[in-house]
């Protein structure tokens, strides 16, 4: 039997968007003190609504990767951000929607300033094609918010992609 090793990117992707949302601060104040990773639509939902929070869950979706010309493989990781606090507000949703804005910049900081270290853009060339696309290193993309559920608490959900590439075939 051939000797393999596992490099296991995807989860050194998890755990440095998990490391990143856990060291933000703001003015010296832990701005997520609960960060939890899952795959689970139930279980992010109630990691979401399990503390006071703010609370920071990353759901990851799973990794595409493909062949590219280079002979490297070209991969991208989704997942989504859920972020959730409580917050009491007055009347109207405007408290509500104020801090999970709030808190969904924060998130982007976190993850923008402290990217995770295997990430970055790549691109597809196929002569004469018109399949040829370029790939971010991070793809945000928009955030749902969510007042409703269960007041007065409030959530928003951030789909993200994070490329990168491998080696070969044999390089996860």
């Given at each position: 039997?051939?000797?393999?090793?596992?490099?296991?990117?995807?989860?050194?992707?998890?755990?440095?968007?998990?490391?990143?949302?856990?060291a933000?601060?703001?003015?010296?104040?832990?701005?997520?003190?609960?960060?939890?990773?899952?795959?689970?639509?139930?279980?992010?939902?109630?990691?979401?609504?399990?503390?006071?929070?703010?609370?920071?869950?990353?759901?990851?979706?799973g990794?595409?990767?493909?062949e590219?010309?280079?002979?490297?493989?070209?991969?991208?990781?989704?997942?989504?951000?859920?972020?959730?606090?409580?917050?009491?507000?007055?009347?109207?949703?405007?408290?509500?929607?104020?801090?999970?804005?709030?808190?969904?910049?924060?998130?982007?900081?976190?993850?923008?300033?402290?990217?995770?270290?295997?990430?970055?853009?790549?691109?597809?060339?196929?002569?004469?094609?018109?399949?040829?696309?370029?790939?971010?290193?991070?793809?945000?993309?928009?955030?749902?918010?969510?007042?409703?559920?269960?007041?007065?608490w409030?959530?928003?959900?951030?789909?993200?992609?994070?490329?990168?590439?491998?080696?070969?075939?044999?390089?996860?």
């Amino acid at each position: 039997m051939t000797a393999i090793t596992v490099a296991n990117i995807d989860w050194e992707v998890v755990e440095d968007l998990h490391d990143a949302l856990a060291a933000a601060t703001i003015n010296g104040e832990t701005v997520f003190p609960l960060v939890s990773v899952t795959t689970s639509p139930e279980q992010a939902k109630e990691a979401q609504f399990s503390r006071a929070g703010p609370n920071a869950i990353i759901r990851y979706i799973g990794t595409t990767e493909g062949e590219s010309p280079e002979a490297v493989r070209c991969c991208a990781l989704s997942v989504e951000l859920i972020i959730a606090a409580k917050v009491a507000s007055a009347s109207d949703e405007t408290d509500r929607v104020k801090e999970v804005l709030r808190l969904v910049n924060a998130a982007k900081n976190a993850v923008e300033v402290s990217p995770p270290a295997d990430a970055h853009a790549w691109g597809q060339i196929h002569a004469g094609s018109k399949s040829d696309y370029w790939h971010e290193k991070l793809q945000w993309g928009s955030p749902v918010l969510d007042t409703t559920e269960r007041p007065p608490w409030v959530a928003a959900v951030i789909p993200l992609e994070i490329s990168y590439t491998l080696a070969n075939a044999t390089s996860h």
